[in-house]
């Protein structure tokens, strides 16, 4: 699943290379999502690599190959189609919750995937709901998220797994927190707090700590509880 940025992204590739036969630069796709810098160029085109949709050729300038499409291809349709969009509607992430049952379980809505990784989009929209122990939640509203990537592997938090998250905007540092960069992309990470700075932290070798500054990071929940499921 691409999120809406990410998908743009590959349209514009996709036609770009059909009109002219070579790739868009950076700063032109820069320019075609209104981003102020290259580094959230940088971020999709990664994701786009991992996920299999596009390849770089070496040793060549403005290398990118498109190795398939999406399910639903739409056409770039301009400027306007680029805006953030985390929580479907906007806002911060809530969740739907029913009253306590009789059983000491409550109802918390799935509401779509969120990298331990490489960024996307967190929060779509509600996608199903499952019964979730009261002992595992207490006070406050909380969701459910998949995860889906390995950065988080040596934290006990696979691909596939559900991760219960409480709403919230604040988060202690060595907390592991949904965290949106640049108000573009969330993902799930340790946060830490450097001076000024802040840590988004893996817990994978193969994957770096990055540095934001404290105007690039907006944490929107904090991990409360895992739920596994074995096929």
């Known amino acids: 699943m691409l999120t809406k940025k990410q998908h743009e992204l590959l349209m514009f590739i996709h036609e770009r290379i059909q009109e002219t036969g070579v790739s868009p630069s950076f700063d032109e796709m820069k320019e075609a999502l209104d981003l102020a810098s290259k580094s959230g160029i940088h971020r999709l085109i990664t994701a786009l690599e991992e996920r299999g949709f596009i390849r770089r050729l070496a040793h060549r300038a403005r290398a990118l190959e498109v190795t398939r499409m999406p399910d639903e291809a739409t056409p770039v349709r301009g400027r306007g189609v680029f805006r953030p969009e985390v929580v479907e509607g906007g806002g911060r992430p809530m969740a739907v919750t029913t009253t306590t049952a009789a059983n000491d379980t409550r109802e918390l ?73 640049e108000g573009e992309e969330a993902t799930l990470k340790r946060l830490r707090k450097k001076g000024g700075s802040i840590a988004l932290e893996p817990a994978n070798r193969a994957y770096e700590t990055r540095i934001f500054g404290p105007d690039q990071v907006e944490v929107q929940g904090k991990l409360v509880g895992l739920i596994r499921r074995y096929h």
């Open 109 to 181: 809505s799935l509401m779509g995937k969120i990298a331990a990784g490489t960024p996307i989009a967190a929060i779509e929209h509600e996608t199903a709901r499952y019964p979730v122990p009261e002992s595992m939640l207490g006070a406050g509203e909380h969701y459910i998220l998949e995860i889906e990537g390995d950065s988080m592997i040596e934290a006990g938090i696979l691909n596939g797994d559900m991760v219960i998250i409480k709403s919230t905007d604040t988060a202690n540092s060595g907390e592991i927190v949904v965290a949106l960069v």
